[in-house]
């Protein structure tokens, strides 16, 4: 799905995102909920070992495939 109004959420970056990083603070949200980063090609993997190292990621979907209560 190409959708220019979805930008990636690096710091900075402008550029069209094409990755929906979904993630969960287990302290702070419900074991159900996903919080939702996008990312264009070049800043998925950084964003991914930011949210990684701390255990937050819990997948990596293209921003075509994600669900309505996604967020």
């Keep these: ?21 979904r993630w ?18 070049e800043h998925r993997a950084g964003l991914a070992d930011f949210l990684g190292r701390r255990d937050f990621l819990k997948d990596v979907v293209a921003v075509g495939d994600l669900a309505p209560t996604d967020g």
Excluded: F, G, Q, Y
């Excluded at 799905?1 to 990083?21: F, G, Q, T, Y």
């Excluded at 969960?24 to 090609?41: G, I, M, Q, S």
């Design 24 to 41: 969960n603070n287990p302290k702070l949200h419900t074991p159900e909920r996903r919080k939702v980063w996008t990312a264009c090609d």
């Design 1 to 21: 799905m190409h959708n220019p109004e979805i930008i990636c959420s690096a710091k900075d970056c402008r550029a069209e995102a094409v990755w929906a990083l």
